[in-house]
């Protein structure tokens, strides 16, 4: 059983390693909206999770299945549903029938180090935000959800369900409104549930360096998404202040927590000083943009 699972995470993860590199590439187009690249990041989320999709002859596996994949139906009504076999190591699928006994060795051992290790990535990150959490407790009150702490270097939210805004004792009050907006985007947009399931995503997939490159990208991508978000709201002055602020607070990185600070300060700096409000129009282009783009990506090719 274990060693079917791990058949199908391999095959899935070849095709979230396509869809990242796709998505790594877009990224590189500056003229695409932050907000949208953050939102192309749930494509090979996606991806690296579900071994199935609706067939669209469309489809970039489409194309791809002529050449090096094999397309498996599990759902023949419309819409028709099928899996993309990329490994091609087995006869048939449900069950897994290896071609060869040496094939079926391997898959074996290799599915016990894969969840030895999963396990292991899992439970280390999740007793280091524990132990981020409790060294936090003793944070000061302001208002709200809003806290003061000694103990870390740049504002953060953390929490999922009840997030808390931590800000450190050594910032100025002058930037904590600045810092506040930012943090509240956050938390309006669930992202530290996203950066769990991404985290999550990366230990199951830990064998692929590409996971933990698309991890980074995902990170930096949140933050210069959130600043977009803030921006739409200030004048030329405030922009200019909140870059100020950022260069200030720029200085620590965490995987489970929004960090004010969390992405590379040049690049926020440029995006920030360049950033122009889109129009009508051009939102509703870069939205079917997306659109078609997550389709090509996300479905599945035809039989």
Not at 189 to 202: G, H, Y
Request: glycine share 4%.
């Amino acid at each position: 059983m274990l060693s079917e699972i791990f058949y199908w995470v391999l095959n899935i993860n070849i095709l979230g390693s396509v869809a990242g590199l796709i998505v790594l590439s877009l990224r590189k187009i500056r003229t695409l909206p932050r907000f949208a690249v953050y939102f192309l990041w749930l494509l090979p989320l996606i991806r690296l999770w579900l071994p199935f999709g609706i067939a669209n002859k469309y489809s970039l596996l489409s194309l791809i299945s002529k050449f090096t994949t094999k397309t498996v139906v599990i759902w023949e009504e419309l819409p028709q549903f099928t899996t993309t076999n990329s490994i091609m190591g087995a006869n048939s699928y449900f069950p897994i029938e290896y071609k060869t006994n040496l094939l079926e060795n391997v898959f074996n051992v290799a599915s016990i180090v894969w969840i030895i290790v999963c396990c292991a990535a899992i439970l280390t990150t999740a007793l280091l935000y524990f132990f981020t959490k409790s060294e936090l407790k003793s944070a000061e009150l302001i208002k709200g959800n809003i806290y003061k702490s000694d103990r870390i270097t740049s504002p953060a939210v953390y929490g999922i369900i009840r997030s808390r805004i931590i800000i450190p004792t050594a910032i100025a009050d002058g930037d904590i409104d600045y810092i506040i907006l930012h943090e509240q985007v956050h938390i309006g947009r669930r992202d530290n549930l996203f950066r769990i399931i991404a985290v999550i995503t990366a230990c199951v997939h830990w064998f692929n360096p590409l996971s933990w490159i698309f991890l980074k990208c995902f990170f930096a991508d949140m933050e210069l998404a959130c600043d977009a978000k803030v921006l739409k709201s200030l004048n030329q002055t405030q922009t200019k202040e909140y870059a100020r602020t950022i260069l200030t607070c720029a200085s620590s990185k965490t995987f489970l927590a929004s960090a004010f600070g969390g992405a590379k300060t040049k690049v926020r700096i440029e995006n920030i000083l360049s950033y122009k409000k889109l129009t009508v129009l051009s939102s509703l282009y870069f939205a079917a943009l997306v659109v078609v783009i997550s389709i090509i990506i996300i479905t599945n090719a035809t039989t």
